[in-house]
């Protein structure tokens, strides 16, 4: 069968970005990653002593963050490169209660992992937005999780990168989406809106490649040259400073046989 476009450059972006991100069990990552876990505890999401779904769970950032307390965690994606990071990291920790297998949640049959968790998250993720996405998810788990972007994302240097290759640079539908889903399912939930802000430092190569896979995932031909020239004209050094700021939701639900 032909691979939908659209899903062959998803799986390239996410295979671009693995490399780049820190590793999930970096001090200031699982310092930001245990704020979130934080208030999706107080929101009613519990792990302690249960077998956890993460859903798109990329390099292991919440899985790996919820292992030492967890029974088991189990990580789906659909890029290999992601996978095999959480993989190293988790063995590198010690975690033996990890593990992960490569999967395209919009197309996994629910009857897979029916039943089998008692918490399922996604967190900054596409896999999961629609209502039988958000069905799939409930049949899965005793109780659901999600945390995605909610209307704002600001990074002066992608803006003027996404306006170079004509680009208006927007916030992922991310957490509006599910929020609709759920509305439209007649689900109660609690929610949790909070700022972040994120920053990160790297040398022009690296920040061109990270610049590429975002362009390119918009079916948009990468203008390097263009591009690097930007770059070296806002930062003469050659490292590249971002900040990002972010508006994000957390959303914390049961099926309907498991209403809050």
Known sequence: MKQDPKDARARLFWDRKAAGYPSPLAPATLKATRRTLSMMRRLGAE?????????????????????????????????????????????????CNAEAFRADWKKLPASVLKGRFGLAVASMTSAVGTPAEV?????????????????????????AVFRLHGLPYLSPEGASRVERSLKTLGRRFRKKVFAEVRRREEPLEKALREARAHIEINGVKFRRKE?????????????????????????????PKRRP
């Open 47 to 95: 792990w302690r002593g249960l077998d956890v779904l993460d859903i798109g769970c990329g390099t292991g950032l919440f899985a790996l963050a919820m292992a030492p307390a967890a029974r088991r965690v189990v990580g789906t994606d659909l890029s290999p490169r992601m996978l095999a990071r959480m993989k190293a990291e988790a063995s590198a920790a010690g975690l």
């Open 135 to 159: 069905r799939k998810m409930e049949a899965c788990a005793e109780k659901c999780a999600y945390v995605g972007w909610y209307g704002v994302r600001k990074n002066p240097v992608m803006e």
């Open 227 to 255: 591009t690097g020239e930007l770059l070296k004209k806002l930062f003469p050094g050659g490292t590249v400073r971002q900040r990002t700021e972010a508006r994000k939701a957390l959303f914390v639900w049961s099926g």
